[in-house]
């Protein structure tokens, strides 16, 4: 997250600390180590992109986009398509049809895509731009990847609008963007670029209002903040008509705060297990113990001790929370998010336990053990929730350095979707989200072209969305050598 950001201060405790210090320091205080490095990196950052942005305005002015021969997944729920011809002229999918009976515009670049998938291109729902020079760099990155959209999910509000102004201006080669700017947070006993603190309703309130003059997308809400703050953020952002998104504060449960509207719930509910706790017959004992963890975290930020969450991956939370999981008590709270429209996002590819399994060195083997049980309990309750019909949609909360949203849809289909399902929750699934169906998500004549181009099909190994031929972004066309020079 702002680097692996500071945001996985999804947590408040130990690692947390560290964490946050590190991922800030990795936007901001580098810029001041490693001088000379990061002036030739500097230098590369201006020359290479603009040369990249004349070469992408270049093609997608000068000549249509003809994909001939092509099997298509349009994401509609048909099934693919074979021998398809799909055009794109400037920014929009102008035709598709049966190759051979499609009238094809002059002086057109005509791509023969025998034997290759052409699908929507994939948008991260859950990223973090960590700053403009961050974003500025490794953007290009992502869409080399194959990401056309993301949402940016917390990055200082200057920082952001900066660069969303950039993109839209066409200076910088990225994908589209939606954006929350700060996150909001209880009362927090340092400052920090990402947090806004909110010490009670009106600040929570007026927090709302601010970001909304900015010009934000949606307003994102964190661990740390008690119930009360909580339902004002909640209620200000219906009056604002802004999506709430974020965590599941353990003030709150994740019925209450899908029924007081918030519309996406992010990492399965955050460091805390929201969903898992909502889930659990012992739910009222176990959110207790949370609510004291995050409060000795808070007092020893407050008396600059270092802070210590590493109990929420302890066999002696972990069992119980795992052994009080009701399948009944499940269903009432799948069929809660299904009524109100509350989305899921697990990143099951950044979950904390998945991090603690991997790099904690401090767990026991019971520690461990019971990790990895509650770690595939929730990938057992992401495939019960897509089975319910809860809404399921793609996010990585990685560094853009290290883009994995190829790895979160493998994670997703080793959860029990299948691929078209997988494939669902990186297109169709986030336009529906964003309300931009009509113009993105499927491939679909009018659309807009944000398009991949694959090597093998998707359909039959997920891992295949990996085996990138082509992009097209907006309707430019970026053919594979100009994406491995992007890598590069």
């Known amino acids: 997250m702002l680097s692996r950001c500071l945001l996985t201060f999804s947590g408040l405790g130990g690692g947390f600390a560290q964490r946050q210090l590190r991922r800030s320091t990795s936007s901001w205080l580098r810029r001041f180590k490693n001088l000379m490095k990061k002036i030739l990196a500097l230098l590369l950052l201006i020359l290479l992109p603009t040369s990249l942005v004349a070469q992408f305005k270049l093609t997608a002015e000068s000549r249509p986009v003809i994909f001939n021969r092509v099997i298509l997944i349009d994401m509609t729920g048909a099934p693919p398509k074979p021998n398809m011809t799909v055009i794109v002229i400037g920014n929009r999918i102008s035709a598709i049809g049966k190759t051979g ?5 002059k002086n057109a670049q005509i791509i023969d895509a025998s034997g290759k998938y052409l699908i929507p291109g994939l948008w991260d729902m859950h990223i973090h731009s960590g700053g403009y020079e961050n974003g500025r760099k490794y953007f290009p990155f992502l869409i080399a990847k194959g990401i056309t959209g ?4 917390g990055t200082p509000l200057e920082e952001i609008l900066r660069l969303r102004k950039d993109i ?3 200076k910088i080669l990225a994908p589209r963007m939606m954006i929350t700017g700060h996150l909001l947070q209880g009362s927090l006993p340092f400052k920090n670029p990402v947090f806004v603190s909110v010490n009670n309703e009106v600040e929570a309130s007026q927090a709302v209002i601010n970001l909304k003059k900015n010009g934000v997308n949606f307003i994102k809400i964190h661990d740390a903040v008690p119930r009360d703050i909580y339902l004002a953020i909640a209620a200000e952002a219906k009056r604002q008509k802004l999506p709430l998104a974020g965590h599941v504060p353990p003030f709150i449960s994740a019925v209450e705060g899908s029924n007081a509207g ?7 509910g955050g460091r805390f297990y929201g969903v898992l706790l909502a889930c659990s017959t012992r739910e009222a004992e176990l959110t207790e113990r949370i609510k004291l963890i995050i409060n000795d975290v808070l007092k020893a930020f407050g008396e600059k001790r270092e802070p210590d969450d590493s109990a929420i991956f302890r066999a002696d939370f972990t069992k119980p929370l795992f052994e009080s999981f009701s399948e009944q008590k499940a269903k009432l709270v799948f069929a809660a998010f299904r009524r109100n429209k509350t989305w899921q996002v697990p990143t099951l590819v950044a979950q904390p336990l998945r991090e603690a399994i991997n790099e904690r060195k401090d767990l026991s ?4 053990l019971y990790a990895k049980k ?5 990938f057992d309750v992401v495939a019960a929730m897509q089975q319910a019909g809860v809404k399921i949609m793609a996010g990585t909360d990685l560094p853009l350095d ?5 790895e979160e849809l493998a994670l997703l289909v080793e959860a029990g979707l299948t691929p078209m399902q997988a494939l669902q929750t990186a297109t169709s699934n986030p336009a529906k989200y964003l309300s931009m169906s009509d113009s993105l ?3 679909e004549k009018g659309k807009l072209a944000d398009l991949v181009l694959l090597d093998a099909n998707p359909l039959d190994n997920i891992a295949n969305t990996k085996k990138i031929f082509a992009v097209v972004v907006n309707g430019r066309y970026l053919s594979k050598v100009k994406l491995q020079e992007m890598l590069r």
Do not use: F
């Open 101 to 105: 009976k499609v009238y094809l515009p």
């Open 150 to 153: 993301v949402r940016d999910m």
């Open 168 to 170: 839209n201006d066409e």
């Open 262 to 268: 918030q519309q996406s719930i992010e990492h399965l």
């Open 365 to 368: 083997e019971d520690d461990r």
């Open 374 to 378: 509650l770690m595939r309990k929730q």
């Open 402 to 406: 290290k883009p994995k949203l190829h």
């Open 441 to 443: 998500g499927t491939v």
